[in-house]
């Protein structure tokens, strides 16, 4: 995860009391975002199928392990906030998903999605430079209306979203095609960034009647 991307989740829970919360990244990576959590008061933990970036996190002292959701559910574990990053496009039922982390939540507890969203101005302008479109990965794609449609149909609603923009590099050596091609991406994905239609979302989610 972007280091920079994590401090901004972080700031926009919108949760009053920020000390003692307990944290749970669900595809935590290497760490970064638990890392983060942690310098600011969060109790944190983390769930990470990777091997290689499991150890990473276990090397920062953190408490990550590659539990299934369901398996802290049978712990009768709950949290404050519940983070993921670039996940649920990767699953093939992200409502189930969605309905085991909210069981996880306390009642007043956020969800918080990072998705790429293909509503932005780079992929709708320039969809061929938009490094977002993963079929070959991904399940789905998202905007911020299926989020919310997802949502909705796994006992949730959207609170409150925040746009962001995927990183894109800018670049000086390579072909003259690729060079024009990645830095106009650049380009207008930091205009879209400015006009607020960046391509990346941080959609925070409550429980319905939380």
């Not at 970036?53 to 709950?78: F, G």
Request: with cysteine; charged share 20%.
């Amino acid at each position: 995860m972007n280091y920079l991307y994590g401090e901004k989740i972080l700031e926009n829970v919108p949760i009053e009391k920020k000390s003692n919360l307990k944290l749970l990244d669900f595809g935590c990576g290497d760490g970064t975002l638990l890392k983060i959590a942690r310098s600011r008061g969060y109790i944190v933990r983390g769930l990470e199928l990777s091997e290689d970036l499991l150890a990473q996190s276990r090397a920062s002292n953190l408490n990550v392990t590659s539990e299934s959701l369901s398996e802290l559910l049978a712990q009768d574990l709950k949290f404050d906030v519940i983070t993921m990053s670039s996940v649920v496009e990767h699953v093939g039922d992200p409502e189930a998903i969605l309905n085991t982390a909210r069981k996880l939540l306390n009642p007043s507890g956020v969800i918080v999605l990072a998705q790429a969203s293909y509503d932005g101005l780079l992929p709708r302008v320039f969809p061929w430079g938009w490094y977002g479109w993963q079929p070959e990965e991904h399940f789905w794609h998202f905007n911020p209306s299926s989020v919310a449609a997802l949502a909705l149909n796994s006992g949730l609603h959207v609170q409150k979203i925040v746009r962001d923009r995927l990183p894109q590099k800018r670049f000086y050596f390579g072909s003259v095609k690729d060079l024009i091609g990645r830095n106009i991406a650049s380009l207008i994905s930091w205009i879209g960034y400015k006009l607020n239609q960046g391509d990346m979302v941080f959609v925070y989610l409550k429980k319905i009647n939380s």
